[in-house]
């Protein structure tokens, strides 16, 4: 099912794969690797992150700088917990999975490509999931950060900005960041929120124009820090994150898995497409939130 061969035969290779579980099983396979790839390029907020592949036997243990809280995302995905007093960390596992099912009359009705559909089906659902534990995490670290003593000079307190978003505000936030000896390497912003950035001209920006980078929500670069723009990004708020390493971690026990999943009663074909990793930040100071208000 390579690029090589016609559409014609590659649509009559996966017609012959449907008819067998084992077949199903094979397409199931094929699809792991160019799912990872398109889920790793157009997840945003995974890119604040540090993703490791965790080896067989290893716990998920991180160290965090002492002076600060580190915030890890419940195993269940619901809750963040914070840790204040320990110097090292473990941070949980949670699954993420998705489940592409594709009604058998529909395969024979409109003949689209059934594993272009599960692909991006499976995508849209897994990256939904990331962005949002990822996104919660921030805004947990933040509200932290807000909450802390008004003399904690090792807190990045909110900044408050009356919309438009100017330059010399978002300095300040770089600033933040830096006073730890921080190099910021991504914003993250609401659409909405980005309009007011893009009224500041290619004298402070460096517009982004190429479609392949624009699908991964990558608008611009400020200051040589990344914009990047994603509907899950609560509207008023905008993050600014440290380089990954320094910022957090998203561990990974099972690297994206996909197997068949048919169900015989719904007469569908169907894909189960699973992770097992952890989000946490271990280095609340690499954070700074822009607390956005308009009229």
């Known amino acids: ?13 996966v017609g012959e794969y449907i008819k067998t579980a084992s077949g199903r099983a094979r397409l199931a396979a094929a699809l792991v690797q160019p799912l990872r790839t398109r889920r790793d390029y ?10 490791e592949q965790l080896p067989d036997g290893a716990l998920p243990i991180y160290d965090k700088d002492a002076e600060v ?5 419940g195993e269940e995905g ?18 993420i999975a998705a489940n592409p099912e594709i009604p058998l009359t529909q395969i024979k ?3 689209f490509d059934l594993v272009e559909r599960s692909l991006d089906k499976g995508k849209s659902e897994i990256q939904a999931t990331e962005d949002g534990h990822a996104f919660s995490i921030m805004e947990a670290t933040a509200n932290g950060a807000a909450g802390a003593s008004s003399n904690d000079d090792f807190k ?23 006073r730890h000896d921080l190099r910021v390497a991504r914003i993250f912003m609401n659409a909405k929120d980005y309009v007011d950035i893009m ?16 699908q991964t929500g990558l608008m611009a ?55 097992n990793l952890g989000f946490g930040v271990h280095n609340s100071r690499g954070l700074q939130r822009l607390v956005v208000s308009r009229a």
């Open 221 to 275: 670069t400020l200051w040589g820090a990344q914009i990047m723009v994603s509907r899950k990004v609560p509207i008023g708020k905008v993050y600014v994150c440290a380089e990954p390493e320094f910022f957090g971690r998203i561990p990974v026990r099972t690297e994206l898995t996909v197997l068949s999943a048919d169900n015989p009663r719904a007469r569908t074909i169907g894909f189960s497409i699973f992770e």
């Open 199 to 214: 009224k500041w001209g290619r004298d402070i920006l460096d517009y982004e124009t190429q479609q392949y980078l624009l």
């Open 69 to 73: 809280t580190a915030y890890v995302v």
């Open 109 to 111: 009705e409109r003949r």
């Open 42 to 51: 157009s997840s945003v907020a995974r890119k604040a992150f540090l993703v």
């Open 78 to 95: 619901e809750n963040i917990l914070s840790i204040v007093k320990p110097k090292r960390i473990i941070i949980p596992l949670l699954e």
């Open 156 to 178: 990045n307190v909110d900044i408050p900005v009356v919309a438009p978003i100017n330059p010399s505000i978002m300095a300040d936030a770089f600033g933040q960041v830096a």
């Open 1 to 13: 099912m390579g690029a090589l061969i016609s559409a014609e035969l590659r649509d009559q290779i």
